[in-house]
């Protein structure tokens, strides 16, 4: 690290000097803040964040909640309303919809240029990446604050005023369904980043995104009760991260244990589902997390050294 | 003075002190992953304060050159040192040092310009109370200030340029590394970038610049280096190296070039008072390129009329550096570097 001594010595006269550079926490700031303005700026992550989820919320309570309520009934009994159900499907659909694109980010700076011109500045690396990572968390939590409300809105227009029992546990519920869900987004993003590196194309990281998010919501516990599905669904949703994150959110909403794929009594109520559920997601964020970072290691090595 | 050979500066006695190098790079090397030799032994020597012009033919490593200057490559071989400091062991000080404008235009389209230019300022720690006034000058430097607060992604091609050479410049470096910034700028865009770039030489910051465009070295350049197949082919001032063509230009133009150009050029051959000439025909007449185009005209003008030859015009001159370029390397210096130019995504994977 250069010093403020420095200046004299290279300095061609008073007006040219040595940059000062800044600490990690300044250059995280600086980082989270460009991203963050970025994604007020872009139509897509208003549209996908804000708009899309209304619309398949509202849609999917109607339509699925009127065919799957009997199925509904006989796993969780009839205490449990579809809107309920169904809250932390439409959260986890969301927090992966925008994971599976923020690959996209470091994509767009390397075609335009902004990850050379970064990696020239004294900037650190470590920043550049997180504050990207950040700025989604910061996303997803906004996100899925919205979709607890519209859940809410959702059932009292159902229901007249007995919305009783939609978050069973309280406010320490509600900051965990954040925690599962960004837990939950981590795995996706470091897969969409693993995508965007590997391909260092715009669409191709959006198609490969949509193509495989989208049916493995449906090969999940996100809409119906497991034991309502296929043999061969209930075998792909063991394996699937989604299961884990629904099942995550769900116990917290639910007040009780609702993760079916694992059978895990050594905790108590909802622990039963969400320590494992999480345990699992923090797997899946570390195997695709440690090929992102190699990945983005690797891109970034042209000067490192 | 400066010195006559770059590549000899050790034993030169002209040379400033080593600790004034602002660029010193020593037999540098780099080699890509698939095997291409992009930069095969570059000597650089510029002194604090130079303005250096970097010219080459299309591929020859101009652009490698400078991305191992700037530390975004890594060389293979040999050492970089910039204000003094190694761009591999002391990357982060060369970092703070230098601005890099890369020749692909490099901006946020989704931010504004202003935003654009308050991110560089933050990213080198410009303190928070002089970015403002910092932002404005440079904005109203390169012609941007009216519209500050529109996104970059609506502004022109030359716009984008001139703000993303305001970004370059935000932390005042001592050291600027500038690939092609004139490239894709109008006419006027372009004095306007050249009158910015003599007022920040003048204030002190040594200037690195590749380009397409001789006269740009011409105007500004108290040195420049030719890259040719990875190797410097020759180094010194503007005009020192029209020295290497072989004398003045002498231009004939001729009343019927197409029936007489080849019997001037004989006559042009033979002349004793030429000496040692280089003579080719063209479409209006005849170029004479000779140590004493100057004293011979008379003679030459005499020898044509008594053979019945019209001379129409006559122009003698110095040689441009276009014609340094093509002596030197063999190749017009027209062709555009484009359809040579490495994508990104290979540019990232340098043999380590």
Same mark, same amino acid.
């Given at each position: 690290?250069?010093?403020?001594?420095?200046?004299?010595?290279?300095?061609?006269?008073?007006?040219?000097?040595?940059?000062?550079?800044?600490?990690?926490?300044?250059?995280?700031?600086?980082?989270?803040?460009?991203?963050?303005?970025?994604?007020?700026?872009?139509?897509?992550?208003?549209?996908?964040?804000?708009?899309?989820?209304?619309?398949?919320?509202?849609?999917?309570?109607?339509?699925?909640?009127?065919?799957?309520?009997?199925?509904?009934?006989?796993?969780?009994?009839?205490?449990?309303?579809?809107?309920?159900?169904?809250?932390?499907?439409?959260?986890?659909?969301?927090?992966?919809?925008?994971?599976?694109?923020?690959?996209?980010?470091?994509?767009?700076?390397?075609?335009?240029?902004?990850?050379?011109?970064?990696?020239?500045?004294?900037?650190?690396?470590?920043?550049?990446?997180?504050? =990207? !990572?950040?700025?989604? /968390?910061? $996303?997803?939590?906004?996100? @899925?604050?919205? *979709?607890?409300? %519209?859940?809410?809105?959702? &059932?009292?227009?159902?229901?007249?005023?007995?919305?009783?029992?939609?978050?069973?546990?309280?406010?320490?519920?509600?900051?965990?369904?954040?925690?599962?869900?960004?837990?939950?987004?981590?795995?996706?993003?470091?897969?969409? =980043? !693993?995508?965007?590196? /590997?391909? $260092?194309?715009?669409?191709? @990281?959006?198609? *490969?995104?949509? %193509?495989?998010?989208?049916? &493995?919501?449906?090969?999940?516990?996100?809409?119906?009760?497991?034991?309502?599905?296929?043999?061969?669904?209930?075998?792909?949703?063991?394996?699937?991260?989604?299961?884990?994150?629904?099942?995550?959110?769900?116990?917290?909403?639910?007040?009780?244990?609702?993760?079916?794929?694992?059978?895990?009594?050594?905790?108590?109520?909802?622990?039963?589902?969400?320590?494992?559920?999480?345990?699992?997601?923090?797997?899946?964020?570390?195997?695709?997390?440690?090929?992102?970072?190699?990945?983005?290691?690797?891109?970034?090595?042209?000067?490192?050294? | 003075?400066?010195?006559?050979?770059?590549?000899?500066?050790?034993?030169?006695?002209?040379?400033?002190?080593?600790?004034?190098?602002?660029?010193?790079?020593?037999?540098?090397?780099?080699?890509?992953?698939?095997?291409?030799?992009?930069?095969?032994?570059?000597?650089?020597?510029?002194?604090?304060?130079?303005?250096?012009?970097?010219?080459?033919?299309?591929?020859?490593?101009?652009?490698?050159?400078?991305?191992?200057?700037?530390?975004?490559?890594?060389?293979?071989?040999?050492?970089?040192?910039?204000?003094?400091?190694?761009?591999?062991?002391?990357?982060?000080?060369?970092?703070?040092?230098?601005?890099?404008?890369?020749?692909?235009?490099?901006?946020?389209?989704?931010?504004?310009?202003?935003?654009?230019?308050?991110?560089?300022?933050?990213?080198?720690?410009?303190?928070?109370?002089?970015?403002?006034?910092?932002?404005?000058?440079?904005?109203?430097?390169?012609?941007?200030?009216?519209?500050?607060?529109?996104?970059?992604?609506?502004?022109?091609?030359?716009?984008?340029?001139?703000?993303?050479?305001?970004?370059?410049?935000?932390?005042?470096?001592?050291?600027?590394?500038?690939?092609?910034?004139?490239?894709?700028?109008?006419?006027?865009?372009?004095?306007?970038?050249?009158?910015?770039?003599?007022?920040?030489?003048?204030?002190?910051?040594?200037?690195?610049?590749?380009?397409?465009?001789?006269?740009?070295?011409?105007?500004?350049?108290?040195?420049?280096?030719?890259?040719?197949?990875?190797?410097?082919?020759?180094?010194?001032?503007?005009?020192?190296?029209?020295?290497?063509?072989?004398?003045?230009?002498?231009?004939?133009?001729?009343?019927?070039?197409?029936?007489?150009?080849?019997?001037?050029?004989?006559?042009?051959?033979?002349?004793?008072?030429?000496?040692?000439?280089?003579?080719?025909?063209?479409?209006?007449?005849?170029?004479?390129?000779?140590?004493?185009?100057?004293?011979?005209?008379?003679?030459?003008?005499?020898?044509?009329?008594?053979?019945?030859?019209?001379?129409?015009?006559?122009?003698?001159?110095?040689?441009?550096?276009?014609?340094?370029?093509?002596?030197?390397?063999?190749?017009?210096?027209?062709?555009?570097?484009?359809?040579?130019?490495?994508?990104?995504?290979?540019?990232?994977?340098?043999?380590?």
């Amino acid at each position: 690290m250069s010093n403020a001594t420095d200046d004299a010595e290279f300095a061609g006269d008073d007006t040219a000097q040595i940059a000062t550079g800044n600490s990690f926490v300044s250059d995280l700031r600086i980082s989270l803040k460009r991203w963050l303005v970025k994604s007020t700026r872009n139509p897509f992550v208003t549209f996908s964040s804000l708009v899309q989820p209304v619309i398949f919320f509202v849609l999917m309570a109607e339509v699925f909640g009127a065919m799957a309520g009997g199925t509904l009934s006989q796993s969780l009994g009839a205490d449990v309303d579809y809107v309920t159900y169904i809250t932390p499907a439409i959260m986890i659909q969301s927090t992966l919809a925008a994971a599976a694109v923020s690959g996209i980010g470091v994509v767009d700076d390397m075609e335009s240029g902004m990850f050379d011109k970064i990696l020239v500045s004294p900037m650190n690396r470590g920043a550049l990446f997180l504050g =990207n !990572v950040l700025s989604e /968390v910061v $996303r997803i939590a906004v996100q @899925t604050l919205i *979709i607890f409300t %519209l859940g809410y809105v959702l &059932l009292t227009l159902e229901s007249g005023a007995s919305v009783e029992g939609y978050l069973q546990t309280g406010v320490p519920g509600l900051v965990g369904i954040l925690v599962v869900a960004v837990v939950f987004g981590g795995v996706f993003m470091a897969y969409s =980043n !693993v995508v965007a590196l /590997v391909t $260092r194309d715009r669409e191709a @990281t959006v198609m *490969i995104a949509n %193509l495989l998010t989208f049916p &493995l919501l449906f090969v999940s516990s996100a809409f119906v009760p497991l034991d309502a599905l296929p043999a061969w669904i209930r075998s792909v949703a063991v394996v699937n991260p989604i299961t884990y994150g629904v099942d995550g959110i769900r116990a917290f909403m639910l007040g009780r244990d609702v993760l079916t794929v694992v059978e895990v009594t050594a905790f108590s109520g909802i622990w039963n589902t969400v320590v494992p559920a999480v345990a699992v997601l923090v797997g899946f964020n570390l195997v695709f997390g440690a090929i992102a970072v190699r990945l983005l290691d690797r891109a970034s090595k042209v000067s490192v050294k | 003075m400066q010195s006559p050979q770059l590549t000899s500066r050790h034993e030169s006695t002209g040379d400033p002190p080593e600790q004034q190098l602002a660029i010193d790079a020593e037999n540098v090397h780099v080699t890509y992953e698939d095997g291409t030799e992009a930069v095969r032994g570059v000597d650089l020597a510029v002194p604090n304060g130079e303005f250096f012009g970097f010219l080459g033919p299309n591929g020859a490593g101009k652009t490698t050159t400078i991305k191992t200057l700037a530390t975004l490559l890594r060389p293979t071989r040999g050492t970089v040192r910039i204000n003094g400091y190694d761009a591999v062991d002391s990357r982060q000080a060369v970092c703070k040092s230098i601005g890099y404008m890369a020749q692909e235009t490099s901006i946020d389209e989704e931010l504004t310009a202003r935003e654009n230019v308050r991110f560089a300022c933050e990213l080198y720690g410009v303190p928070a109370a002089e970015q403002d006034g910092r932002i404005e000058e440079l904005l109203d430097l390169v012609n941007l200030g009216d519209v500050a607060d529109e996104r970059a992604e609506t502004f022109s091609g030359g716009m984008k340029k001139r703000l993303d050479a305001a970004t370059v410049l935000v932390h005042q470096p001592p050291v600027v590394f500038l690939d092609e910034p004139t490239t894709g700028l109008d006419p006027e865009a372009r004095v306007q970038f050249w009158n910015y770039l003599e007022a920040i030489n003048e204030r002190g910051t040594t200037v690195f610049l590749t380009t397409q465009y001789l006269e740009e070295v011409d105007r500004l350049c108290d040195r420049l280096a030719i890259i040719q197949d990875g190797e410097i082919v020759a180094a010194d001032s503007p005009d020192a190296l029209k020295g290497v063509v072989g004398g003045d230009v002498l231009e004939l133009t001729l009343a019927e070039p197409t029936t007489e150009a080849d019997r001037a050029a004989r006559i042009a051959r033979r002349s004793d008072a030429l000496g040692d000439a280089s003579v080719e025909t063209t479409d209006t007449g005849v170029t004479v390129t000779s140590e004493q185009a100057r004293e011979a005209v008379s003679d030459l003008f005499v020898s044509l009329h008594e053979a019945d030859i019209a001379v129409t015009g006559l122009d003698v001159r110095s040689p441009t550096l276009d014609e340094v370029f093509l002596s030197v390397t063999g190749e017009s210096p027209e062709g555009a570097d484009r359809d040579t130019q490495r994508t990104p995504a290979t540019t990232q994977e340098v043999a380590q």
